[in-house]
């Protein structure tokens, strides 16, 4: 498969990119990759490895679209910008998926418009997977749709339970809808409504309405909610991680020799949990509903992360996620 | 001050609530307390303590509002309920306030009805003070509105600043509109028209947009947003903290001797690190803009959380936070 990849999205492109691209290749077979960005500085970046020539090409984008500016508008206006040249890959036939750890406005907005949406989806949906107590979850939607009906949270639910099904390998996946309160008759106007939605859909495991103080445990395997209310669990839940990791750490510090020696012995233990939280283990966050591979990876994310982005859109590719896709919505047409 | 008590609210009422009640007595001045339910199963409770038998009364209410019914039938149907009995008591000006561990639901419905909102506030709301990192925070609103129009937002940002200026004797505190991005033009309709008026509203120190990530840092001492995101950052948050911390021993579980050996090293500085979380160290959650003095107990409160409440409510009477608020919304209209 082929895979574009925006070499310059990211706080820390087009060093991380690269070097994912290379490592992926060394892992990974049957890829090939499509690297954006100013020639001279992918090259630069390339020429401190070996690898197989033929299985990476740079795409000359002078340009760059930085978070702060306003997607649609500067998609318009940068032509030249390297998440353009990826996006038209895509389009254009060359390529099969898409990853950009660059503006999530920009990459949302772009994927939408030049990529296009599967026909009988409403919203395409931002869909995260995160690790969980006794699992790993998946939250549709984070951000796309910061304002919904109930229909898109239906085919939100449908959406992630072809996801997760295929890619982990769960058969009949649980979906629950994030709300404030167990009963069928709690929450907002949205909510009521979704619920009567997915309750009357048959090929829905729903299992009813989700407390946010539930979704950490891992219980429930895809979560649907507008994305305004799951960009602030998602986010909620890495700030309360590094706060609570903080204040052990600040009553650590000033605490005895004794305790300092029993964080040493701890650290073992502290290291594999930090690796059950760690975001570059789950590769990106896939766009659903869009008609194409696109993977957005973390903003901060390293060579790890993006190596990790490859071979979340290899199985996303080679599951045939988008086709069981598109074969759900055509029939709603 | 005279406080009731709804005797019967919550998982381990009446035995906390006289628990809390007696100790509150033995901690406290100028305090008498009118606790509520049936009097035989209070007074069986109150046989276990020595205490001055003028500062409590019990007043009889043979019914209970479970937290599985509905709030306004119930409250209609169980005239002889305890949270009823207790609302009557500030209602009638026997009591200057009212505590409940009960039904949410209930205790919502039951203060705007039954002592009724202040003049000129639309919408009243309920105000958590959780521990953060670096200090405490209060969101306003996490559940009673879930619904809301700009302008809560903004009475919601007013409230809170008063509340907590006087209670923690800050000065000018922050105030923040929870949000999904930074920047003024991000978010939802709702939060979009809420960040225009919170900008020229002179007399709040209106910080901008707050994402949920930042939210447990604590650096931001009011958080306004509408009922549904503000409970779903609440319970994010207990549950990430409850996940986290269960995934830890999960892993010391499967660890080495020498990983227990560091556990065990380090509990009086974990024991700390619960003690910062633990929201029995807070009291209850005030129901801002009522016109009265409102302390939602939470549900699982054991007697040192009743007794904090009724600390809380002490320094809400003492410190005229009602009189401020409505001298705040009375020029409004």
Redesign the interface.
Known sequence: MKIAIDGMGGDNAPVAVVQGAIDALKEYDNIELYITGPEELINAELEKYTYSKEKINVIDAKEVISP?EHPVMALRKKKDSSIVKALELVKDGVCDAIISGGSTGAFLAGCTLTIGRIKGVERPALAPIMP??HGSFMIVDV?AN??CKPQFLMQFAKMGKIYYEKVFDVKNPSVGL?N?GE?EEK???L?KAAFKLLKEEKNINFKGNV????????NTNVLVC????G??????????????????K???LK??I??K??????????K??LK??DYKEYGGAPFLGVNGICIKAHGSSDGKAFKNAIRQTKIFYEKRVLEDMKNEFCSEN
């Open positions: 702060n969980g107590r951000g910061v304002d994030i404030i009963e929450g907002n106007e909510t407390e946010p103080r539930e979704i950490p445990g891992g507008d994305g305004f209310v960009n602030t669990a998602l986010k909620m839940y890495e700030g309360s991680a590094s706060s609570i990791l903080g204040i052990i600040d009553e650590v605490s005895s004794t305790s020696l029993g964080i040493l012995l701890l650290k073992p233990v502290l594999n949990c059950k939280f």
